[in-house]
């Protein structure tokens, strides 16, 4: 195996959120979700119109602000779980709260546009055809804010 590869699965390991359930993988994921946002919003501004997107481009001030905004809040969540110097859960949980904000505005504006039937764009659907659409979202926000409740709270 590559040498600095095994490193980096070593301190993957035993990043401080690891003694939390899953809690590693979900930052990883919502992280990752983010940077791909702001690179589909790098590549076209059309990306900010969909839901989960809509309402960070409208609060940010447009999809390149939106961008560096999201690339900045995630780099930000995947430093401080890993890094060396000591610091404590509730510090770590509230480094973790602007990604979290992020998330649960996406999650609202996923279950905000179904209760209203339409997506931000104005398309029309079922309720349950957009609730379904926007539950990947809605669910890593759920998760996401148990990660950081757990990191808080854990002794």
Not at 20 to 37: D, E, F, R, T
Request: net charge positive.
């Amino acid at each position: 195996m590559i040498p600095w590869l095994a490193g980096l699965g070593h301190a993957w390991r035993d990043a401080r959120l690891s003694r939390v359930a899953l809690g590693k993988y979900i930052v990883l994921c919502a992280s990752l979700l983010h940077v791909i946002w702001a690179g589909l919003l790098l590549v076209t501004p059309d990306a900010g119109g969909s839901t989960p997107l809509h309402i960070i481009v409208v609060v940010c001030g447009g999809p390149w602000r939106t961008a560096i905004v999201l690339t900045l809040v995630a780099g930000a969540a995947m430093v401080f779980p890993f890094s060396k110097y000591r610091v404590s859960n509730r510090a770590l949980a509230l480094m973790l709260i602007p990604q979290q904000t992020f998330l649960l505005m996406s999650a609202g504006a996923g279950i905000r546009a179904a209760m209203l039937g339409h997506y931000a764009d104005g398309v029309a659907r079922s309720w349950t055809f957009i609730l379904s659409d926007q539950l990947p979202v809605i669910l890593i926000a759920v998760l996401y804010t148990v990660a950081v409740l757990e990191a808080a709270f854990e002794s």
